[in-house]
Nanobody, 128 residues
Framework: QVQLVESGGGLVQAGGSLRLSCVGS????????MGWFRQAPGKERECVAR????????AYEDSVKGRFTISRTNAKNTLYLQMNSLEPEDTAVYYC?????????????????????WGQGTQVTVSS
């Protein structure tokens, strides 16, 4: 089991940057594939980016490709999401999620239903 706590959200102007962090508890953080998801008001939770447990494999949704970077430091039990060139459409609550049972190169699903553990979320608001 792992507990996840996100931080780093806030209010930023369009074109600005934010770096989200997600700290996991326990010694098994490095065994989980991870993902960042977001949910805007009235919309379904959507995948933003995914990373394998080793950190060597990543995937991004088209809407954030080239602007966002997912990374992790297993020695610090921490997942990151660097967000650059932010747009008002990026406004949402951002969640990190953990998926167990995958190989070190495996990426979790884009489907949020398939993740095992979730953080409480952090609000990102981008003003125009």
């Amino acid at each position: 089991q792992v507990q996840l706590v996100e931080s780093g959200g806030g209010l930023v102007q369009a074109g600005g940057s934010l770096r989200l962090s997600c700290v996991g508890s326990g010694r098994t953080f490095s065994t989980y594939a991870m993902g960042w998801f977001r949910q805007a008001p009235g919309k379904e939770r959507e995948c933003v980016a995914r990373i394998s447990s080793s950190g060597g494999w990543t995937a991004y949704e088209d809407s954030v490709k080239g602007r966002f970077t997912i990374s992790r430091t297993n020695a610090k039990n921490t997942l990151y999401l660097q967000m650059n060139s932010l747009e008002p459409e990026d406004t949402a609550v951002y969640y990190c999620a953990a998926k167990s049972g995958l190989a070190t190169y495996g990426l979790g699903s884009r489907n949020f239903h398939e993740y095992d553990y979730w953080g409480q979320g952090t609000q990102v608001t981008v003003s125009s």
